[in-house]
């Protein structure tokens, strides 16, 4: 078993940035995957970002790399914490942001390939 629990976020103005938090307990950090997804009121759950066991492969939606909001994940096994780097929010990119764990060290960009699930932390963009 594996519990998540996520941290960081927010109210924040739009153009500003926030860095989210993951950490993890109940077994070995560096064997699982690990990703960000985000759901907005009415909306599906969608993939943010998502991050190898070993921290060399990272996957990213594309609406939040390059173009408008930039995102950055990253992982410190020592620390058992994934984290989402996120800046130039805009209002769109308010949700409730979830973290997860996948049995696989490679991750994946589908909801259907995570195992445990954090309970999501709030982020608030204002415009």
């Known amino acids: 078993q594996v519990q998540l629990v996520e941290s960081g976020g927010g109210l924040v103005q739009a153009g500003g940035s926030l860095r989210l938090s993951c950490t993890a307990s109940g077994r070995t950090f560096s064997h699982f995957a690990m990703g960000w997804f985000r759901q907005a009121p009415g909306k599906e759950r969608e993939f943010v970002a998502g991050?190898?066991?070993?921290?060399?492969?990272?996957?990213?939606?594309s609406s939040v790399k390059g173009r408008f909001t930039i995102s950055t994940i990253s992982r410190d096994n020592a620390k058992n914490t994934v984290y989402l780097q996120m800046s130039s929010l805009r209002p769109e990119d308010m949700a409730v942001y979830y973290c997860?764990?996948?049995?696989?060290?490679?991750?994946?960009?589908?909801?259907?390939?995570?195992?445990?699930w954090g309970q999501g932390t709030q982020v608030t963009v204002s415009s």
């Open positions: 991050v190898s066991g070993t921290g060399d492969t990272t996957y990213y939606a």
């Open positions: 997860a764990a996948r049995i696989y060290e490679g991750a994946t960009m589908s909801i259907m390939g995570y195992d445990y």
